[in-house]
């Protein structure tokens, strides 16, 4: 029995938004307002960090069993945990941990034996209103996904007869940027 697929070692989210403070009240006997919101024209910031571990990874073999196998996977000879390097020739895990099989038998790896990369990304965004009239206002929003350029790297190449085993070859999540204006009226 191997690892549930879904499975995360570790899990955490944190999110946020920092609003400027409210008006400050003004001295008795003075003129009250009566609401007590944030100053439209100050910057507002928010954000969201994402950090996960990776999924667990089945390592797979060509069938080999003569029984049409949805799933055919490798022999493991050790654990197959490795350096989790990134880039040409470099393995993510053990591959020398993992053999094909014989003909007319099954592989002996567990599911989930070995973890995939995990997810380190912090999205984050600032907003400011400005006002136009009273009733008028615009609002201009800038907002980062991946601030920090954080690559988000695939699996592992994953079959054992493949030229590229326990490689990573592609990747995504580079930094995006946009902007929005925003009239109210």
């Known amino acids: 029995m191997g690892t549930n697929l879904l499975r995360r070692e570790a899990h ?10 409210d008006r400050p009240q003004q001295e008795m006997g003075k003129q009250l307002e009566t609401r007590c ?15 996960r571990s990776g999924f667990p990874l089945t390592i797979q073999d060509t069938d080999r069993s003569g029984t049409i196998s949805r799933g055919p996977r490798a022999n493991r000879i050790r654990d197959g ?17 993992f053999t094909t099989t014989t003909a007319g038998t ?30 008028k206002r615009v609002e201009l929003r800038t907002e ?4 920090t350029n954080t690559p988000i790297f695939g699996a592992p190449v994953r079959n054992v ?12 999540g580079e930094r995006q940027v946009q902007f929005a204006l925003k009239l109210y009226f």
Do not use: C, M, Y
């Not at 955490?12 to 403070?21: C, E, S, T, Y």
């Not at 980062?144 to 601030?147: I, R």
């Open 144 to 147: 980062f996904f991946n601030l």
């Open 37 to 51: 919101e944030p100053d439209p024209r100050e910057l507002q910031f928010s954000g969201i960090l994402f950090l």
């Open 161 to 172: 007869t493949s030229a590229t085993f326990g490689e990573i070859t592609g990747s995504q």
């Open 106 to 135: 099954f592989g002996d790896s567990g599911i989930g034996v070995v973890r995939g990369p995990g997810l380190k990304e912090l999205d984050f965004s600032i907003q400011k209103v400005f006002l136009v009239t009273e009733a």
């Open 12 to 21: 955490f989210h944190v999110f946020g938004d920092l609003r400027p403070a």
């Open 81 to 97: 945990a490795g350096t989790e390097q990134v880039g040409p020739g470099q393995k993510w895990f053990d591959t020398g941990a």
